[in-house]
């Protein structure tokens, strides 16, 4: 298990989507977060799966793939052909996990859950051990550029004990608010994972900056 930075495409330039990728990877970024959002499950539309598509063909990176989505099942293959690696979907969005977690399995894919800040860890407990990875989301899922919400920290400090005990190499990603000021307390917490959006891309000239500055508290 090794920390990884995803900056999230949603926050990117989407005039210049490849720009702004190809900068971040170029500068060290392993991996880029797709926010998949249905306006049903979220309030608000982002994109699908022909961007990840344009984008894969030239990238090398890691794409994570996050479904706000209702009915996230129908959208699991329609990903993998566009190029994903990983997926996760909401616990709130559908009744029967354990078989949509290995539906994305069968498609050799990662497959995992994210939680929102409100949801107990109860409802992902059982399925640790079925998991590739929990997303914790530490602000309300639908809007880039919010605040990380304080008790998202103990939440991600709990669910690491909960996999420690269970001796399992969990990845923990964590996803809302993430920037250079908080990011310390966050790893220290557990995480390491990290979803970063308008820390990274909101000013076009920083990118690399930006990047460089996240890898030094994850790559130590």
């Given at each position: 298990?090794?920390?990884?930075?995803?900056?999230?495409?949603?926050?990117?330039?989407?005039?210049?989507?490849?720009?702004?990728?190809?900068?971040?990877?170029?500068?060290?970024?392993?991996?880029?977060?797709?926010?998949?959002?249905?306006?049903?499950?979220?309030?608000?539309?982002?994109?699908?799966?022909?961007?990840?598509?344009?984008?894969?063909?030239?990238?090398?990176?890691?794409?994570?793939?996050?479904?706000?989505?209702?009915?996230?099942?129908?959208?699991?293959?329609?990903?993998?052909?566009?190029?994903?690696?990983?997926?996760?979907?909401?616990?709130?969005?559908?009744?029967?996990?354990?078989?949509?977690?290995?539906?994305?399995?069968?498609?050799?894919?990662?497959?995992?859950?994210?939680?929102?800040?409100a949801?107990?860890?109860?409802?992902?407990?059982?399925?640790?051990?079925?998991?590739?990875?929990?997303?914790?989301?530490?602000?309300?899922?639908?809007?880039?550029?919010?605040?990380f919400?304080?008790?998202?920290?103990?939440?991600?400090?709990?669910?690491?004990?909960?996999?420690?005990?269970?001796?399992l190499?969990?990845?923990?990603?964590?996803?809302?608010?993430?920037?250079l000021?908080?990011?310390?307390?966050?790893?220290?917490?557990?995480?390491?994972?990290?979803?970063?959006?308008?820390?990274?891309?909101?000013?076009?000239?920083?990118?690399?900056?930006?990047?460089?500055?996240?890898?030094?508290?994850?790559?130590p």
């Amino acid at each position: 298990m090794r920390n990884r930075l995803s900056p999230s495409v949603l926050a990117a330039d989407f005039g210049a989507l490849r720009e702004d990728l190809r900068t971040a990877e170029e500068a060290g970024a392993e991996s880029f977060h797709f926010d998949i959002m249905d306006g049903h499950f979220v309030p608000n539309i982002s994109y699908g799966a022909s961007i990840v598509s344009a984008l894969r063909k030239d990238s090398r990176a890691f794409f994570d793939v996050h479904l706000m989505v209702e009915n996230p099942d129908f959208y699991f293959p329609i990903f993998k052909k566009a190029g994903a690696d990983r997926i996760c979907f909401h616990v709130e969005a559908t009744p029967h996990l354990d078989r949509s977690l290995n539906a994305i399995k069968e498609l050799d894919m990662e497959a995992g859950l994210a939680v929102n800040p409100a949801t107990s860890l109860s409802t992902v407990e059982e399925l640790l051990p079925v998991c590739s990875y929990i997303l914790l989301m530490s602000v309300n899922p639908g809007f880039g550029g919010q605040k990380f919400i304080p008790y998202s920290l103990d939440k991600l400090r709990r669910l690491r004990e909960m996999a420690e005990e269970r001796d399992l190499e969990l990845e923990i990603g964590v996803d809302g608010g993430i920037g250079l000021e908080n990011i310390a307390s966050v790893l220290d917490a557990g995480a390491n994972f990290i979803i970063a959006g308008s820390s990274v891309f909101s000013e076009k000239d920083k990118i690399t900056e930006k990047v460089e500055a996240f890898n030094r508290f994850i790559k130590p």
